[in-house]
């Protein structure tokens, strides 16, 4: 089929242009990124959107995110509330709704509405008591996180200013995580503090749906194929990650010795290894032990952590709000037995390789949207790991305010099994750390019917554990 001319379509009637415009991209060669679509018609929605739509759909505010940051001078309430509309109608993602039959073959479709609607609700504190306000406070970023957001019309986001006195706000953002990842926080910030200073700035080139439109075809076409191959292929022979009874979600604080970490970082920068990969190569000592009890008749000794990753392996998308998050499977050779030093060698390979590929939505191989992609590894629908773990090195919060003072508010614990686990129940734990200052803690998010809270912190203490061993006798067998 040739490329008809733009006024050929044009004369055509709405839902026949439509049409015309889809069977033709459907005959052209998938392009190797991402380019501007032509038309605003409707978009299907990526994998990991499906899935979190079904989720909504079954448990409704399941994938509400959301966090709030205190601005301390004099904040202009009209001009912040501008600056947030400028920057809705900067991002399609955030003018997006869902819709859709959340079980249908064809999964939900998005359609990028033309105009932003600010939902933003002010509430004055200033005259209450000084305990009443930080309680109302507490109470509504709580509540912020677990209130729905109704992706069908269009509201994905949510915003609400709470005024504590002449100079003191509080800002409380809700976004669905449909549509907003953990670098789409920075990007809105950042372009939040520039609508605020009156900084006119164009919209990004490519915008979410973009991506998601290409992905659909990519994942369709031979590079899409070429990539679900290679993950097969990869994780060959692996038994399915055994679901739990249920899920109920829990959350431990969870923290490393500093001497282990420190003394364990040197060993790995000495072989060739950043400190996640060091934390990795004794998270995989921890979780081979824990397989021999469980499983001693199980043949191969190889451990999968599965690790949240950015996705935006793509130039162009780094300017863009949505939900580009995957999980990439790391398959670490235990066999043998390994020293530390030894195991540092393997785990440096697997990661390097592991993150090479990106591309693959982990809805594509795992979970309910494994068919839909050519079908999945293994004989189960679940992971072929438990266990997931992220390093993360967080910048400072990018808003900057003319005279105002900027500070995250504690809020409610993320819910990252819900958005890295295609089968939540599958999932032992997700455990989240951040190096700073020479600490290493964070928190293990955990399924209550996988696991006791002493049982995800042993786990946790048994990384230094295997440092602080490793550290001492580097050449040593870790495994035996």
Same mark, same amino acid.
């Given at each position: 089929?040739?490329?008809?001319?733009?006024?050929?379509?044009?004369?055509?009637?709405?839902?026949?242009?439509?049409?015309?415009?889809?069977?033709?991209?459907?005959?052209?060669?998938?392009?190797?990124?991402?380019? &501007?679509?032509?038309? #605003? %018609? @409707? +978009?299907?929605?990526?994998? /990991?959107?499906?899935? $979190?739509? !079904? *989720?909504?759909?079954?448990?409704?505010?399941?994938?509400?995110?959301?966090?709030?940051?205190?601005?301390?001078?004099?904040?202009?309430?009209?001009?912040?509330?501008?600056?947030?509309?400028?920057?809705?109608?900067?991002?399609?993602?955030?003018?997006?709704?869902?819709?859709?039959? &959340?079980?249908?073959? #064809? %999964? @939900? +479709?998005?359609?990028?509405? /033309?105009?932003?609607? $600010?939902? !933003? *609700?002010?509430?004055?504190?200033?005259?209450?008591?000084?305990?009443?306000?930080?309680?109302?406070?507490?109470?509504?970023?709580?509540?912020?996180?677990?209130?729905?957001?109704?992706?069908?019309?269009?509201?994905?986001?949510?915003?609400?200013?709470?005024?504590?006195?002449?100079?003191?706000?509080?800002?409380?953002?809700?976004?669905?995580?449909?549509?907003?990842?953990?670098?789409?926080?920075?990007?809105?910030?950042?372009?939040?503090?520039?609508?605020?200073?009156?900084?006119?700035?164009?919209?990004?080139?490519?915008?979410?749906?973009?991506?998601?439109?290409?992905?659909?075809?990519?994942?369709?076409?031979?590079?899409?194929?070429?990539?679900?191959?290679?993950?097969?292929?990869?994780?060959?022979?692996?038994?399915?990650?055994?679901?739990?009874?249920?899920?109920?979600?829990?959350?431990?604080?969870?923290?490393?010795?500093?001497?282990?970490?420190?003394?364990?970082?040197?060993?790995?920068?000495?072989?060739?290894?950043?400190?996640?990969?060091?934390?990795?190569?004794?998270?995989?000592?921890?979780?081979?032990?824990?397989?021999?009890?469980?499983?001693?008749?199980?043949?191969?000794?190889?451990?999968?952590?599965?690790?949240?990753?950015?996705?935006?392996?793509?130039?162009?998308?780094?300017?863009?709000?949505?939900?580009?998050?995957?999980?990439?499977?790391?398959?670490?050779?235990?066999?043998?037995?390994?020293?530390?030093?030894?195991?540092?060698?393997?785990?440096?390979?697997?990661?390097?390789?592991?993150?090479?590929?990106?591309?693959?939505?982990?809805?594509?191989?795992?979970?309910?949207?494994?068919?839909?992609?050519?079908?999945?590894?293994?004989?189960?629908?679940?992971?072929?790991?438990?266990?997931?773990?992220?390093?993360?090195?967080?910048?400072?919060?990018?808003?900057?305010?003319?005279?105002?003072?900027?500070?995250?508010?504690?809020?409610?614990?993320?819910?990252?099994?819900?958005?890295?686990?295609?089968?939540?129940?599958?999932?032992?734990?997700?455990?989240?750390?951040?190096?700073?200052?020479?600490?290493?803690?964070?928190?293990?998010?955990?399924?209550?019917?996988?696991?006791?809270?002493?049982?995800?912190?042993?786990?946790?203490?048994?990384?230094?554990?295997?440092?602080?061993?490793?550290?001492?006798?580097?050449?040593?067998?870790?495994?035996?």
């Amino acid at each position: 089929m040739t490329a008809a001319p733009a006024d050929v379509l044009d004369g055509l009637p709405a839902h026949k242009r439509e049409l015309a415009r889809l069977l033709l991209q459907a005959q052209a060669p998938v392009p190797s990124r991402p380019e &501007p679509r032509a038309g #605003g %018609g @409707p +978009v299907p929605a990526t994998p /990991a959107q499906a899935r $979190l739509f !079904l *989720q909504e759909a079954a448990d409704p505010g399941a994938g509400t995110g959301s966090h709030a940051v205190r601005l301390r001078g004099p904040l202009d309430p009209g001009t912040l509330a501008a600056a947030l509309t400028s920057v809705l109608g900067r991002h399609e993602a955030l003018r997006t709704r869902l819709d859709g039959d &959340p079980g249908g073959l #064809g %999964g @939900p +479709v998005q359609h990028v509405t /033309a105009e932003p609607y $600010l939902r !933003l *609700q002010v509430l004055d504190l200033a005259d209450a008591p000084a305990g009443r306000r930080a309680a109302e406070v507490a109470r509504q970023v709580a509540g912020s996180a677990r209130r729905p957001l109704d992706l069908a019309s269009g509201e994905s986001t949510r915003f609400r200013l709470l005024r504590l006195g002449e100079d003191d706000h509080v800002l409380v953002l809700a976004a669905h995580l449909a549509f907003f990842d953990g670098w789409s926080s920075a990007v809105f910030l950042k372009d939040l503090s520039d609508a605020y200073r009156g900084r006119d700035r164009t919209p990004p080139a490519l915008q979410f749906p973009d991506f998601a439109a290409w992905q659909r075809r990519w994942l369709e076409g031979p590079g899409g194929a070429a990539e679900l191959g290679h993950w097969r292929d990869a994780l060959a022979g692996l038994p399915p990650a055994r679901p739990a009874r249920g899920f109920a979600r829990g959350h431990l604080p969870v923290g490393l010795d500093p001497a282990a970490t420190s003394a364990g970082f040197a060993l790995g920068a000495a072989e060739g290894a950043t400190p996640f990969m060091t934390l990795l190569a004794a998270l995989a000592v921890v979780l081979a032990r824990r397989q021999e009890r469980e499983d001693p008749g199980r043949r191969d000794r190889d451990v999968v952590v599965g690790t949240p990753a950015a996705g935006r392996v793509l130039s162009g998308m780094e300017d863009a709000v949505g939900q580009f998050t995957t999980v990439v499977p790391i398959r670490v050779d235990c066999s043998g037995r390994p020293s530390f030093r030894s195991l540092l060698g393997r785990a440096r390979t697997a990661v390097t390789d592991a993150l090479a590929r990106q591309r693959l939505p982990v809805d594509a191989l795992f979970g309910e949207g494994r068919g839909r992609a050519g079908g999945g590894v293994g004989d189960g629908a679940a992971p072929p790991y438990s266990v997931l773990f992220a390093l993360h090195n967080y910048p400072a919060v990018p808003l900057d305010l003319p005279g105002i003072s900027v500070e995250q508010v504690p809020g409610p614990p993320a819910r990252h099994l819900e958005l890295y686990s295609p089968v939540p129940a599958a999932a032992l734990a997700c455990v989240g750390l951040v190096e700073r200052d020479g600490r290493v803690s964070g928190t293990a998010e955990y399924n209550r019917f996988a696991a006791t809270a002493a049982e995800v912190g042993d786990l946790v203490d048994g990384v230094g554990r295997v440092l602080s061993a490793a550290v001492r006798e580097p050449g040593s067998a870790v495994l035996t």
